[in-house]
């Protein structure tokens, strides 16, 4: 075997390993099984009832609705794995577990691709494995994971389709062979069109978000395509991919609920509180030391300065690589290869991510915050970036890059190691031993079925009862922020029921998430049972 062969058969070898590794690294972190939230048990319970043949419903909710608020994404792909016996709880587990790995490995491929160097994909890869906001990310029961999936193999699949029509463009043939060439160059470019288009469709069914992709690879044809001709019929293909997936699932929402996704439009700026959250996320993505992190949390502006010079600087190249492209200054070229695309969509997505992350924070659901979760694709887009950004050091002093990429890969070994021993050691949200260990839990679990619950948690409710409960009047609105009437009506109607003795009320927790409301819930109710914050209130004996 050549030696350039036995490289790159070695290569392979060794991401292969990463994205084992990196899977093992999430089974080894999640003992217990991974973190849940609210939005955890919504893709839970939804799964099983799909499982269930009852369709998409609310299923940890009393009201047993259809869903429309979630995208079917990240159940669906749970129900999958329920048909081979995994209830979705420990399915979700396997699941994002196996899609670190692989997402380590397709952050790798496209590197590799970018480079072209299969150095520089495995030091990408391995930095994906090392990251501790990555683990954190796929140690969730929630979507990102499937959502970082789809989007980085409709990248992939739109990097291919402008392959193609390099690689027959180079070839020297005669005529009639080359008339074979074009129309097989076309047909192949516009298969991987297509593809892109269906898994940015898929992405889009896992997180609405999933709509910036589709934003920004439109943006890329627009920018790469020398004449309006293409660029439209490219953007016709991709669509061909995209339209029928997202159309079928609108559909569906309006015909069982009216509505297309659950949201609806109402101005709501960002708060302060809310920008400092994802500063404070960003700032430690590139800061993996906790000493120096908290000696920079103390300098003002430190958090904003690294913000601004990252996100800036991506913002500034992307605009400008866009330019160059559309306006011919730069054209796309055989010996290059397709290496540029990939960055250049890259960039473009992480921007339209961020706009519509944005977008949606001020005029959709103000409830939506700048967690790490939220933030997780653009960190993904980042890691590309920045490699990217070695790999053109490289060329210039490698030395530098070098000493760059070993201090970058130790220093995230040395904070991942910390974030696993702190994972395995106990769970996060409902999966940690609080819940596991609640008396209101066991007091529930001997509540009759026609005795109804409402709580201020009603997926813990359903987790650890297996019961979906009602959830608790509230005079405000965290979607819309502001406040709504009829709560008065609500607690009146809902103590109706708990004097019949035909409800309970549980507040866990103290009410922390329902602050202001608790003393006009429990009026004149019977506090029937107290233990570690929570609380359980019925009629009167």
């Not at 979630?70 to 016996?85: D, H, I, K």
């Not at 670190?100 to 391995?126: C, E, K, M």
């Not at 796929?138 to 980085?152: K, N, R, V, Y």
């Not at 001997?446 to 005795?451: G, R, S, Y």
């Amino acid at each position: 075997m050549p030696p350039r062969d036995s490289l790159r058969l070695v290569s392979f070898f060794s991401l292969f390993l990463i994205v084992i590794a990196g899977t093992l690294l999430v089974l080894r972190a999640t003992p217990e099984g991974l973190g849940l939230s609210d939005d955890s048990i919504a893709y839970i319970a939804g799964a099983r009832s799909l499982l269930a043949g009852d369709g998409y419903r609310e299923a940890w909710l009393a009201t047993n609705g259809c869903v429309t608020h979630f995208p079917p994404g990240f159940p669906s792909a749970l129900t999958v794995l329920g048909w081979f016996g995994l209830d979705p709880l420990r399915g979700a587990r396997f699941l994002n577990a196996l899609l670190f790995g692989v997402n380590a490995g397709l952050v790798g491929i496209l590197v590799w691709r970018t480079a072209p160097s299969l150095t520089a994909g495995l030091i990408a890869a391995g930095l994906f494995v090392l990251n501790g906001e990555m683990l954190q990310t796929h140690a969730m029961a929630m979507s990102e994971p499937l959502f970082i999936f789809l989007s980085l193999v409709s990248l992939w699949m739109f990097d291919l389709s402008f392959e193609s029509l390099l690689f027959y463009a180079g070839e020297k043939t005669s005529e009639i062979e080359g008339r074979v060439k074009r129309w097989r160059r076309r047909n192949e470019s516009a298969a991987w069109l297509v593809a892109s288009g269906v898994f940015a469709g898929l992405a889009y069914l896992t997180r609405y978000s999933g709509l910036a992709l589709v934003a920004a690879l439109l943006a890329a044809l627009i920018a790469l395509h020398t004449n309006w001709r293409k660029r439209l019929g490219g953007m016709i293909l991709f669509l061909e991919g995209f339209i029928p997936l997202a159309a079928v699932w609108a559909l569906r929402n309006h015909w069982v609920a009216g509505n297309a996704t659950n949201r609806s439009l109402a101005w709501h700026p960002l708060t302060q509180e809310n920008i400092n959250t994802g500063l404070r996320v960003f700032a430690d993505f590139f800061i993996p030391v906790t000493g120096w992190f908290k000696a920079l949390a103390k300098t003002p502006g430190a958090f904003e300065a690294i913000a601004i010079l990252v996100l800036g600087g991506a913002l500034a190249w992307t605009a400008l690589e866009a330019w160059k492209f559309f306006t011919k200054q730069k054209q796309p070229s055989l010996r290059e290869g397709s290496g540029f695309i990939i960055p250049l969509i890259t960039g473009l997505f992480l921007f339209a991510y961020l706009a519509s992350t944005v977008a949606s924070m001020i005029l959709f659901d103000a409830a939506t915050k700048f967690k790490l979760r939220i933030v997780s694709p653009v960190f993904v887009c980042l890691f590309i970036l920045l490699v990217c950004a070695l790999i053109w050091l490289r060329k210039r002093n490698f030395a530098l890059a070098a000493l760059i990429a070993v201090a970058a890969l130790g220093v995230s070994l040395f904070k991942q190691a910390h974030t696993v021993n702190t994972w395995e050691k106990s769970g996060l949200g409902f999966a940690s031993f609080q819940w596991y260990d609640s008396e209101a839990m066991a007091f529930l679990r001997e509540l009759p079925d026609d005795v109804a619950i409402f709580t201020n948690e009603p997926g813990a409710v359903y987790l650890y009862t297996g019961r979906g409960s009602f959830v608790l009047p509230s005079g405000y609105d965290s979607a819309r922020a502001e406040s709504i009437p009829g709560f008065e009506d609500g607690v009146a109607r809902m103590q109706v029921e708990i004097n019949a003795g035909r409800a309970v009320l549980v507040i866990f927790d103290d009410g922390a998430n329902i602050a202001g409301e608790v003393e006009a819930l429990t009026e004149g109710l019977n506090l029937a049972l107290k233990s570690q914050g929570d609380s359980i209130y019925t009629k009167q004996p």
